[in-house]
């Protein structure tokens, strides 16, 4: 019979905030997107949504061991918004999955791990994602009045993607607190 030796309590900490961190607050994230993505906030100015998507996107990346764990949250979303039919159109989700795309590449350059603040300060162009389905269909030729005031709505959507990356940054330092980079695990 062999007995085997118990983990420390330390190690159970340890793994259980590893877990927190890259299971459960990823998934946390996308149903908040997806949760959101229908809900109507009375502010009511051009991008003032990506304050929560992409918030949450940019903390997910700065946060997971895996930088493929942020296209899997943008995938599950937009794919989950898409099926549910939610939001502010059909092809309107596919924002959550082009801003993790472009969050995956920029988080998988070393200049930018050793710099996590500029992941934050791209997210301002990032959120420029969310005006290409609008500006697609003015472009084809669907809605004539698509492209009235796009200078005006890409200020704006790089205003709030400046405040979600800074958002996004607060929330990965406060769960880098939470959960240190010791317990991370291998």
């Given at each position: 019979m062999t007995v085997?030796?118990?983990m420390s309590s330390a190690t159970r900490?340890?793994?259980?905030?590893?877990?927190?961190?890259?299971?459960v607050?990823?998934?946390?994230?996308a149903a908040v997107i997806?949760?959101?993505?229908?809900?109507?906030?009375?502010l009511g100015l051009p991008g003032h949504r990506g304050l929560v998507w992409l918030t949450l996107?940019?903390?997910v990346a700065l946060t997971a061991r895996r930088p493929q764990t942020v296209l899997a949250v943008g995938a599950a979303s937009t794919a989950a918004t898409a099926l549910l039919q939610s939001g502010p159109?059909?092809?309107?989700?596919?924002?959550?999955?082009?801003a993790a795309a472009l969050l995956y590449l920029l988080t998988g350059?070393?200049?930018v791990k050793s710099r996590r603040w500029l992941v934050a300060l791209a997210a301002a162009?990032?959120?420029l994602v969310a005006l290409v389905i609008p500006i697609a269909t003015a472009l084809i030729g669907v809605h004539h009045y698509a492209m009235m005031g796009i200078g005006e709505k890409a200020l704006f959507h790089l205003g709030f993607g400046l405040v979600a990356g800074m958002l996004g940054l607060a929330t990965a330092a406060a769960i880098d607190r939470a959960a240190p980079e010791t317990s991370r695990g291998a």
């Open positions: 085997m030796p118990a900490s340890a793994t259980s905030l590893a877990w927190a961190r890259e299971v607050f990823p998934a946390t994230a997806v949760v959101t993505a229908d809900v109507r906030m009375p996107l940019v903390a159109g059909p092809w309107a989700s596919a924002r959550y999955l082009g350059s070393p200049a162009p990032i959120h």
